[in-house]
């Protein structure tokens, strides 16, 4: 068997390519045998390596946890001094863990660790160093307006940047959510500020309380387009790596699971005319029916993309608010519990498509979609 360290060797001296090492790296832990023994139904999952990984995950957790107590209990050091030495401890044994043994879920785990003590040292920079510590009256926090837009990116770009360098070093799939949140949470910042400016230069006025579901109602924009673009990101990283091989289908996954609940809720809200604040979500006969077109858009786009991903938020969802009104009526002919009914509508929605997918897939997808399109698209498996 090929080690790790040939591999690099071999990227370096560009023998091959960083996705031919990948692939290579993909098929060395897939069951040996022909191609029929892979688990080619189904879609790859590859956040954990195997029980050694999981035990060396139980192992990290415990020596941060054992180094944070320790930190804590030296006088003189600080939240900034121990966050930047558990951040650097993250790194140094992401080193050995991730690019020597590529164990996945360990890997994981240590890459969240290091975002968590950059965003930790970067929140403490800007509360103390530029004089945001102690702030708790919004009109002295709308009064750093002028510098606000700066630090907001500071905080939001130096995430994405210690995200990007985790990755460009380690690979790590799950840096792609990272960069997605850190997207997202710049939008939504950038919108409040310029709401904020048309308030102060008197294009606006300060929501009533009645006014306040309108206003909401249209910031489901923010997310509604953040989700859009993160989808087509994933789809994208999809549409390069249709057999899955490589670490971009990875990062596709994780792209996925962040853009479906900024997807669902801003378009349940916005096509069924809900209530966003109050929770006064009661569809009607025409908002129902708008529900239900929804479903079947996610259910759809989620087989045509091959993405099982994209469901399981959008289920969650739909089972909780928007599947129990269309199933209220039922409940209230037959005398069946309308938790029973939601239960049973999600629990056999799910069933069906993880017995059948594949097959489902092709079905609707393999006989609905033109051939040049389907080309495109993640192959139809047996």
């Not at 040292?121 to 837009?149: Q, S």
């Not at 989808?231 to 899955?244: I, Q, T």
Request: hydrophobic share 55%; with cysteine.
């Amino acid at each position: 068997m090929i080690s790790d360290d040939t591999l690099e060797l071999a990227v370096r001296r560009a023998i091959i390519s960083a996705e031919q090492r990948d692939r290579i790296a993909a098929l060395a832990v897939e069951p040996a045998g022909n191609d029929t023994d892979r688990p080619s139904t189904d879609e790859p999952m590859r956040l954990v390596g195997g029980g050694n990984d999981l035990f060396v995950t139980v192992g990290i957790v415990l020596l941060f946890a054992g180094a944070l107590f320790a930190l804590q209990s030296i006088s003189g050091v600080t939240v900034p001094i121990t966050a930047a030495a558990l951040g650097i401890f993250a790194w140094l044994v992401a080193e050995f863990v991730t690019r020597q043994r590529r164990m996945r879920l360990s890997s994981t785990v240590l890459g969240l660790g290091f975002i968590l003590a950059v965003t930790i040292l970067l929140g403490h920079v800007l509360e103390t160093r530029l004089g945001l510590a102690g702030i708790d009256d919004p009109l002295k926090l709308a009064a750093l307006r002028p510098r606000a837009e700066a630090y907001g990116m500071l905080f939001f770009g130096g995430t994405a940047l210690a995200a990007i360098s985790h990755f460009l070093r380690f690979r790590v799939p799950v840096m792609a959510a990272i960069l997605a949140l850190c997207f997202t949470g710049a939008a939504f910042f950038l919108a409040t500020l310029h709401f904020y400016d048309g308030v102060t230069r008197g294009e606006m006025l300060l929501p009533t309380l009645e006014q306040l579901p309108d206003v909401l109602a249209k910031a489901l924009y923010v997310p509604l387009v953040c989700g859009f673009a993160v989808f087509a990101a994933g789809l994208a990283l999809d549409l390069r790596d249709r057999e899955r091989f490589t670490v971009w289908s990875d990062c596709a996954f994780w792209l996925h699971v962040i853009s479906a609940p900024l997807l669902v809720h801003p378009l349940f809200i916005l096509a069924t005319g809900q209530d966003v604040v109050f929770g006064e979500i009661e569809p009607g006969a025409s908002a129902s029916v708008m529900l239900a077109i929804l479903i079947i858009a996610f259910v759809y786009v989620a087989l045509a993309i091959d993405r099982r991903s994209l469901l399981v938020p959008t289920f969650a969802y739909f089972g909780s608010l928007g599947v129990y009104y269309l199933v209220n009526s039922a409940a209230n002919t037959t005398g069946i519990p309308p938790f029973a009914l939601i239960l049973l509508v999600i629990g056999a929605m799910i069933i069906l498509f993880g017995a059948g997918w594949q097959r489902i897939r092709r079905l609707i997808v393999g006989t609905t979609l033109p051939t040049s399109l389907l080309t495109k698209l993640p192959p139809m498996k047996p």
